[in-house]
């Protein structure tokens, strides 16, 4: 990304080591990937053993973490899309 007068701290906070478009969309959905796995699945599916192995978080203080990050990233990704702050070469 590139910094400009105008970039927010926020936006710069939240994307100041991603250079392209392709990365933050990668750092939004894995924080959409990692959200949804904040969920303790465990008190649904109490029957199920693997769930219990596979899904170790038992309370809601991860997902309530995630959430505000992942809608961070991705208000950032959008700030930077209508302003035109992407590097133009790509690796």
Known sequence: M???P????WVFLA????ETRRGALWLVWSS???????VPWGHYFQGSAWVATMFLIKDWEWFAMMVPM???YWMSMRWVDKNGGWNTVSV
């Open 6 to 9: 105008n970039t927010p701290l």
């Open 32 to 38: 959409l990937l990692f959200t949804l796995y904040c």
């Open 15 to 18: 994307l100041s080591s991603i």
């Open 70 to 72: 992942t809608l961070w």
């Open 2 to 4: 590139q910094k400009t």
